[in-house]
């Protein structure tokens, strides 16, 4: 069975940071592209990065880029999330999402792990 | 960035109807290399983290009911439930993952009367 779960989560000031992991099991990791989704308070879905395959190519929107990291541990089955410099728009729910493997669509996720940004 | 736009907002239904939602992105979603359109269509229910229905805006998702039906290509899609049943109350999202930034629409909240 495949299972994503993600931790670190909790609230920062303005300016913290925080790493969010997240641990898979029920595939082989390092075959497949991870992403991490947020959902903001709003319910809107925001994706903030992609790694693919050994962790050579990641891809991030403007919004988050060169703020957060996202890398894997193919070893520890691990994806993370290092987020720096945050900001209260950050405040969300964090997924990790897993892609097809001959489809780019993420078709397993994990329930996420809460972010809040505030003083 | 695609600009994912979804309608309506929100609908609501007796169980058994037909129900049609649309999407339309600011840019084709279509790859003219493979004739393939990047849209994906996920549902949400109360709770849970999204879960993929539709991929490459017409091919369900393994396990999926066939209720569930993705068409179009280029910039419009519509998502199509046949006959609602009471445990498709959820948020429907659709996204680009042509390019990046991947992005999402807004969602279609269904409410089942």
């Known amino acids: 069975e495949v299972q994503l779960v993600e931790s670190g989560g909790g609230l920062v000031k303005p300016g913290g940071s925080l790493k969010l992991s997240c641990a898979v099991s029920?595939?082989?990791?390092?075959?497949?592209?991870m992403s991490w989704v947020r959902q903001t308070p709003e319910k809107r879905l925001e994706w903030v990065a992609i790694?693919?395959?050994?962790?050579?190519?990641?891809y991030y929107p403007d919004n988050v880029k060169g703020r957060f990291t996202i890398s894997r541990d193919n070893a520890k089955k691990t994806l993370y999330l290092q987020m720096s410099s945050l900001r209260s728009e950050d405040t969300a729910m964090y997924h990790c999402?897993?892609?097809?493997?001959?489809?780019?669509?993420?078709?397993?996720w994990g329930q996420g792990t809460s972010v809040t940004v505030s003083s | 960035d695609i600009v994912m736009t979804q309608s309506p907002s929100s609908l609501s239904v007796s169980a058994g109807e037909k129900v049609t939602m649309t999407c339309k992105s600011s840019?084709?979603?279509?790859?003219?290399?493979?004739?393939?359109?990047?849209l994906a269509w996920y549902q949400q229910k109360l709770g849970q983290p999204p879960k993929l229905l539709i991929y490459?805006?017409?091919t369900r998702e393994s396990g999926v009911p066939d209720r569930f039906t993705g068409s179009g290509s280029g910039t419009d899609f519509i998502l199509t439930i046949s006959s609602v049943q009471a445990e498709d109350l959820a948020v429907y999202y659709c996204?680009?993952?042509?390019?990046?930034?991947?992005?999402f629409g807004g969602g279609t909240k269904l409410e089942i009367k």
């Open positions: 999402a897993r892609h097809g493997s001959l489809y780019y669509s993420m078709d397993y």
């Open positions: 029920g595939f082989t990791f390092s075959s497949y592209a």
């Open positions: 790694i693919i395959g050994g962790g050579t190519y990641t």
């Open positions: 840019q084709s979603l279509l790859n003219s290399g493979n004739q393939k359109n990047y």
């Open positions: 490459e805006a017409s």
């Open positions: 996204q680009n993952d042509h390019s990046y930034p991947y992005t």
